[in-house]
C-alpha cells in the first residue's frame, strides 16, 4: 500500500489534528530484566534513542529506542526505585526510592549527587519550568519545594491527611497540584506554601495527577476506577471519564495533542482518551498480566512504553495503513464476551473488535470487526 511508505510521526503527520491517528495499540516488542522483578517506573531519554527503567531491585536498564535490545543495567539505588523525570533543560534526570532518597544524574548515567529528601517512601518527583526548584512527595504525608542546585528544602507543604501519591508541577505558572491516599486533590502557591484550594472530586486514593502542555488542564486519575479533568481557570470539574473495570495505576498525556492522554490500570488494561468524548477512542484490555505502574510517550508520540507489575516492560506503536490488527494483543475471538477475553482463555488477549473508519464520520470498518483494536475516531 503506498501510504504505508509514508508513514510519519504524528508531529509530522497531515492528519496530526486528529488524535485517534496517535493512539498506541499495536505491539511491538516486550523486553525482561533477568533479576525478573516488577518495574515501577519508565522514562524515555529527551532525544528518544533509550527507554529507562526503574525496577523493583533499584536498578536502572537502559533499552536501545529502535530496536527495543538490551543495552546495560545499573545498580542506581539501594531500594526500590519509584520515580524518575528529565529536567526540561533535557541535562538532568531525578530517581527516588523507597527509603525517601533522591539522586541526580546526568545524561551518561552518572550519578552526582544523593540525599535523603522524606523519611517514607518517594512517589513522584516534578521540575518547575526553569528546572531551578523540583517537588517531591512521599508517603510521610508532606510535599516538598526543594532548590537544585543546593538541594535544601524551600518549604514543606502540609495539610494532606494522609500518604501523598502523586505531585506535578504547572508548566507555566509556579503552581502545584498533588493528589493523596486522602482522596482529596490540592493546588498549591509553590512560592508561598499555600493551600489554594482542594478539590473533592474522588471517594478513593488518587494515584496520578497531570497538568496539560497549556496548563489549563489537569486530570487525576483514582482508585475509584474513575478519572477527572479540571478547567483550572474556573477550579471545576468538566468532565468524568468512566471506563476502567479496576484501579487507575498511571496517566500520561500525548506529547503532542493537548487533548488526548492514556491510562493505565490495576488489571493491566491501557485505554486511550480524547477530552470531549465521553467513551476511550482506543483499549487494550490485556496489555500486562497485571498493574500498570508506569507508561510514557516518545518524545515524537509515536511508540509508548509501558512497565508493569508483571516484570516485562513492553513498547507499542500506532496501527499501519490498511493494519488489520491481527497481533496477540488485538486480535480477539469475537464470539467470546469480555470476561473470556479478560482471564486469558482464547488466543486473543486484548482489544474489542471495531475500529472506526477515520475518513468518514463515523462508519465502522467492517473489516476490523472480527476481533480487532477498538477505536473511535474522532
Not at 539505588?77 to 519509584?82: P, T
Not at 509508548?304 to 490488527?325: E, I, V, Y
Request: a neutral charge; charged letters at 25%; hydrophobic letters at 30%.
Amino acid at each position: 500500500m503506498e501510504s504505508t511508505v509514508d508513514l510519519v510521526p504524528p508531529a509530522a503527520s497531515q492528519m496530526s489534528e486528529n488524535p485517534v491517528t496517535s493512539a498506541c495499540t499495536k505491539f511491538v516488542h516486550s523486553s525482561m530484566n533477568k533479576p525478573g522483578c516488577p518495574i515501577h517506573a519508565c522514562k524515555w531519554t529527551p532525544e528518544g534513542k533509550r527507554l529507562i527503567t526503574g525496577a523493583k531491585t533499584g536498578e536502572f536498564t537502559l533499552w536501545q529506542g529502535l530496536t527495543f535490545n538490551f543495552e546495560t543495567i545499573l545498580q542506581a539505588h539501594d531500594a526500590e526505585l519509584r520515580s524518575i523525570i528529565w529536567s526540561h533543560d533535557e541535562n538532568w534526570m531525578l530517581s527516588g526510592d523507597q527509603k525517601g532518597i533522591v539522586k541526580y544524574w546526568q545524561s551518561n548515567m552518572n550519578n552526582l549527587k544523593a540525599f535523603r529528601a522524606h523519611d517514607d517512601t518517594i512517589r513522584d518527583l516534578s521540575f518547575s519550568r526553569t528546572d531551578s526548584k523540583f517537588a517531591s512527595c512521599s508517603d510521610d504525608n508532606n510535599v516538598k519545594v526543594w532548590d537544585f542546585v543546593t538541594s535544601k528544602s524551600e518549604r514543606v507543604l502540609e495539610g494532606h491527611g494522609w500518604d501523598v501519591r502523586c505531585v506535578d508541577w504547572h508548566p507555566t505558572f509556579p503552581l502545584l497540584a498533588s493528589g493523596s491516599k486522602d482522596s482529596n486533590l490540592k493546588i498549591w502557591d509553590a512560592k508561598s506554601g499555600q493551600n489554594l484550594t482542594t478539590l473533592h472530586g474522588h471517594k478513593k486514593t488518587i494515584v496520578k495527577v497531570k497538568w496539560n502542555r497549556n496548563g489549563n488542564w489537569l486530570i487525576s486519575g483514582s482508585q475509584d476506577h474513575l478519572i477527572k479533568i479540571y478547567d483550572i481557570r474556573m477550579m471545576k470539574e468538566f468532565q468524568i471519564f468512566r471506563g476502567h473495570n479496576r484501579e487507575v495505576t498511571s496517566m500520561e498525556w500525548h506529547p503532542q495533542h493537548d487533548d488526548f492522554f492514556v491510562s493505565g490500570a490495576y488489571d493491566g488494561a491501557i485505554y486511550f482518551w480524547v477530552v470531549g468524548q465521553t467513551d476511550p477512542v482506543a483499549t487494550i484490555a490485556c496489555a500486562h498480566q497485571s498493574s500498570v505502574w508506569d507508561l510514557d510517550w516518545h518524545p515524537m508520540g509515536h511508540i509508548l512504553a509501558t512497565s508493569s507489575n508483571d516484570q516485562a516492560t513492553k513498547f507499542w506503536t500506532r496501527q499501519r495503513p490498511g493494519d488489520q490488527m491481527n497481533d496477540k494483543y488485538s486480535s480477539a475471538n469475537s464470539h467470546q464476551d469480555d470476561s473470556n477475553e479478560r482471564s486469558g482463555r482464547s488466543g486473543g488477549r486484548g482489544m474489542r473488535g471495531r475500529q472506526r473508519n477515520n475518513y468518514g464520520q463515523g462508519d465502522y470498518n467492517p473489516r476490523d470487526r472480527s476481533g480487532g483494536g477498538y477505536m473511535r475516531g474522532k
